[in-house]
C-alpha cells in the first residue's frame, strides 16, 4: 500500500526533480550548481501552490480576526455544552466550520512531498559522493564543516538560520500560533537533516534562501510583486538562452532547441494575459459573464441559471453535468486518455513485440508487472496531480486546464501515431541501436501539426461546438482501452506457452563455475560471435594499446570482410549455417518456413562436432526457434550438445563483487518505461533531450552500462567459466556474446564498467560508446588469451573472432554508397592451431559464412549439411555475392518461408568492399 501511494504521489514529483539535475548538470558541468538548480526549480513550480496556500491563509487569518470577539465573549461567559452549542451556532450563521482552520496549516502541508521526494532522490544519489563544491569537500556526506570533534555539521545550522530569518520576515504581524508553527518545523528539520548529506541539506538550504528572498521581495513590492516576478522570471530564462548559445558547448541542433525553449517560457508570462483577453471575447466567456454570480464566486442553487452554466462543458443540452464539474469533465476524461495512452497502450505495444524478452526478467517473471507499474506511476502524473492542480486554480485557469487537456491528447495521439520516427531497434533497456536525430522540416511540421490542433479547438469552443470535443475524447478513451486490453491478452498469452519451457528454479548465483571445458591434449575449435561487433575499430582499438598485438598471437585479421545483411535475424544463419543460409539462398528454399531454415544453421555445426566425437558446447544461440529467451529446446534431439544460456547470469554476481551500485535491469524498466512512454508522445524537437543517448535523463550513465554488463561479465568471468581435462578429446565451443551490442561508455583504458566514467581514452572515437565497447571486448579476450596460454591451451586451439554485422551508424567508410557500408562489414579474425607471431592483417575478401569452411577445415573430412546434404565450401565466392541491404524481419513471422527483399535496393558485391565498383545494384 505505501509504495503504491509513494508511487503515485512522491515518485512524480522525483522524476522532476531528477530531470531538472540532469539538465542543470548538462549545461553547466557542475553537480553543485545542479543541487541548487533543482531547489531553484523547484521553488519556481511551486509558486503557484504557494500562491494559492497564501490565499487560503490570508482567508483563515481575515475570518478569524472578524469572529474572534464575538468567540471570545462566549468563551469568557460560557462553559461546556453550552458554549460548544453557542459556537456552532455562531460558526454555523458565518458559513464558517472549524475545520477550516486547517487551511492556515496549507503552506506548511503543500512541502511535505517535495520534502520526502528532494530526500529519498538526492540522499542516495550516487553522483554525489566524492563531488566537492566550494567549501564543501563531499556533497555525498555530511560537511563536518566545523572541526570540532568528529566535526560540527555546518550547513544544517545555517539552513535553520536562514529557515527561521525567512519565518519572522514572513510572520511579521501574524497571530504567535502561526509563528509557532514555523519555528518548530525549523527545528524539525534541523534534527531531522542533520546528519544528512551535504547535497540534501544543500538543497534545503537554498530553498530557505529563496523563500527568504521571496518574503523580503514581497514585502517590498507588494503593490506591482507580479509584473516584477514575472519580469525577474523572464529574465532568468533570457539568461539561460543567451548562456547555452553562447558559452556551453553541446551539440547546435539541442542548444538551439534549449535555447528556443528558455525564450518562449520567458514570455508566457506575458502571453498568457493575451490569451486571457482572448477567451474574455469567446461566446464561452460571454455567456458566463450573463450568469450572476454570489459575491463569493460561487455558483447560484437556481437549477435553471446552473444548467445553464453546465451547457459551456456538456456535451449536449439534454445530457446534464452539474456545472461545478463542468470543466472538470472534459478536463478528467483527457488526462484519463492520456493516462492509459501513456500508462497502459504505449508500453504494452512495445511489450507484445517481443513478451519473451521482457519475461522472467531478474525476479519478475511475466511481463505485465512492468505495464502496471508505468500505469501507475502515470496515475500519479496525470490523474493525481493534474486533478489536485486543477482543483486548486480559479474557476479561469480550471477552464484553460479543460481546454489544453484534449489539445495535449491530440497531439500525444498524432506524435505517436504520425512522428513515430525510425530510431532502429530497441533494446529490452530500452537503448536504440541508433542515435536519435530529426531534421528541421519534421520539427516544423510537428509543431504545425501542434498549432493545428490548437486552432481547432479554439474554434469549436467559439462556436460552442464542445460536443465534438467530448465526442473524440471520449472516443480516444474507449479506444485506447481496449487496444491496450488487447496487447496485455497477447503478451499474456506468450508468456503463458513460455511457462513450457523456461526454468523457474534457477537461484541467484554464489560463485562462478566452468560451464564448458577445453582440452590440453586434443584440439579445440572456439567459435565467438561478438554481436555487432565493429571491424574498422579493430586497428584503433590496436593502436590505442599496442600489447595487443603480442597477446592476439597467430590471429589473422580479415577487414574486408562482408554480410549479407545489417541484422542479426538474417545475417547470423550464414555465419553459423554457411553460404547454404544466405538470403538469397533461403529464399530459393521456399517449401521450408524460415524458423525451420533459422534453426538448421544453429543446428549445423553443433550436429557436425558432435557427430565426430566432439565435447560441443553452445551458448547463446540468437532467436532459437525465432525466440528472444531461453528456447534451447531445438537441441534437445541432440544430447551430445550442451547447450545454455549466459547472458545476464552473472551480471548480479559481477556487480556484487565489484561493489558498483548499478541498477538491474527491471530497476531501469520500472524507472524507463514511462520515460519511454513520454518520449513517444513528445514533439520531436523535445525527443533527444528526453532519450539523452539512451540514459533517459538519469544523472549518470549507469543504466546502458548496467546493460552491457549482461554480456560483459561473461566475456570478464571466462577464465573462471573455463574447465581443463586432460583428456585427449576433440572440443567445440560456439559462443555469442552481447558486449558489443549494448553500447555505453566504459573507464579507459583498460575499458572497464564504472558508476562515473572520467578517462575515455585516446582513440579518436573516445566519444563513440560503439568504440568502449568493442575494445573492452577485445581487453577481456586478451586476458582469456593469457590465462589459455599459462594453462597450454592456447596453441592446440583454433579461434575465431566474427560478428553477425556491423554498427548501423557509419564511422569509418564513406565510399558514396547509398547505405552504411560498416553495417555489411563484420569483424572477422582467425587464429588456427599453432599458430605465431603477431596479429596480422589480410585483404582477402571473406564473408562471414566462410565460418563453417574455417572452423571445420582439416577436422572433418569432406563435410556436409546433414540437413540438406550439400558439400560445406565456399565455391560462392567465385560469384559476387548477394546482400540483403533492403532485407529485415520480424520474429513473429515465423511461418513465412522467404525473406521480404527488395532487388531495387540489394547489391551484390566482389573482391573489395571498400572499392564502390564492386557493388552493383540486383536490379537497376
Known sequence: MLNNLYTIIIYPIVQIIELVFVFTGKIFKNTGLSVIGVSIAVSLLCLPLYAVAEQWQQLERDIQKKLKPKINKIKAVFRGDEQYMLLSTYYRQNNYHPIYALRSTFGLLIQIPFFIAAYSYLSHLEILNGTSFFFIRNLGAPDALIPLGNGINLLPILMTLINCIAGLVYTRGFPLKEKAQLFGMAAVFLIFLYHSPAGLVLYWTMNNVF??????????TYKNKFKITMLLFSSVCVFLSVYIMTIYKGNFNLRLLLSVLFIVTGLVPWIVPLVRRLLAILPLAKQAEKIHMNPAGNFPSNKKVRGEVSGLFRPSRKLYVPAVYGAFFHFIVSVAALWIFTGFFIPSLLISSSPLEFSYIDNYTTPVYFITNTAKQAFGFFIFWGSCLFFLFSRRVKNI???????????ALCNVFLFAGNYGIISVDLVYNSSIGHSWPDIIRNFSVLLVIIFFVLVLYFFHRQKFITIAVLLCLFSVTGLSAYNIFLIQKEYSISREYHNNTVSELTRVAPVFSLSKTGKNTIIIM?????????????????????VYEGFVFYPNAVSFNGY???????????????PEEINKRDQSALVIKHNEALLMLPRIFSEAGFSV???DPPYPNYSTKEDLRIYDPYPKVKALVTDSVYTKLWI???????PSTSDILKRNLFWYSVFKIAPLAFRQGIYLQGDWCAPVASQKAALTLNGYSVLDYLPKLTGITDEEINTALIMVNNTTHETSFLQAPEYRPVLNVTNYGNSPFKKEMAYHINAAAFKRLAEWFDYLKEQ????NSRIILVSDHGPEPNFVTKIGLPFNVDQFNPLLAVKDFNAKGNLQTDMTFMSNADVPCLALKDQIERPV????????DMEAKKSPLYIAISGSIHLADSTAAAFVLDPKKDYYVHTNIFDPANWERVEK
Do not use: Q
Open 568 to 582: 542479426t535475424s538474417i545475417g547470423a544463419p550464414p555465419l553459423f549455417g554457411g553460404y547454404e543460409y544466405t
Open 656 to 662: 556484487k563483487e565489484h561493489n558498483i551500485n548499478f
Open 530 to 550: 561478438l554481436d555487432r561487433a565493429v571491424s574498422v575499430f579493430v586497428p584503433y582499438i590496436f593502436d590505442e594499446s599496442p600489447e595487443l598485438h603480442s
Open 401 to 411: 486546464f479543460a481546454a489544453a487537456a484534449p489539445m495535449a491528447l491530440m497531439f
Open 211 to 220: 523563500s527568504l528572498a521571496k518574503n523580503i521581495y514581497y514585502k517590498i
Open 617 to 619: 558446447t553452445v551458448t
Open 865 to 872: 549439411n546433414p540437413f540438406t546434404g550439400k558439400k560445406i
Open 792 to 795: 597450454n591451451l592456447y596453441d
